[in-house]
Nanobody, 123 residues
Framework: QVQVVESGGGLVQPGGSLKLSCVVS????????MGWYRQGPGEERELVAH???????KYKDYVKGRFIISRDNAKNTVYLQMNDLKPEDTAVYYC?????????????????WGQGTQVTVSS
């Protein structure tokens, strides 16, 4: 049984930083591309960043230069370092253990989701 567990969320002031972690078990972690998604109030869940099994990363434009996704295959863990946080970054952040599409370009989510971790950016 695959388990995905996120942690590290919290309340932070604008301009602050948080580092999210996601531990995956029950599957071969190193074989997965990993994605971080977020879902704001009244919004759909959207992909923020992903990292391939070869550590190639891709970001949405609105987090480029502020967020860094990384992974440690020895710990079955993917991270999301979030810097210069803005109020519009407020959301529940979810981790997903997925794959790349047939062209090896875009991230394709699986059914392996965590419960999410709340990030609130407010003064």
């Amino acid at each position: 049984q695959v388990q995905v567990v996120e942690s590290g969320g919290g309340l932070v002031q604008p301009g602050g930083s948080l580092k999210l972690s996601c531990v995956v078990s029950g599957t071969i972690f190193s074989a997965h591309a990993m994605g971080w998604y977020r879902q704001g109030p009244g919004e759909e869940r959207e992909l923020v960043a992903h990292i391939t099994h070869r550590h190639v990363t891709k970001y949405k434009d609105y987090v480029k230069g502020r967020f860094i996704i990384s992974r440690d295959n020895a710990k079955n863990t993917v991270y999301l370092q979030m810097n210069d946080l803005k109020p519009e970054d407020t959301a529940v952040y979810y981790c997903n253990a997925g794959q790349l599409d047939g062209l090896g370009i875009d991230y394709v989510p699986s059914t392996y989701w965590g419960q999410g971790t709340q990030v609130t950016v407010s003064s």
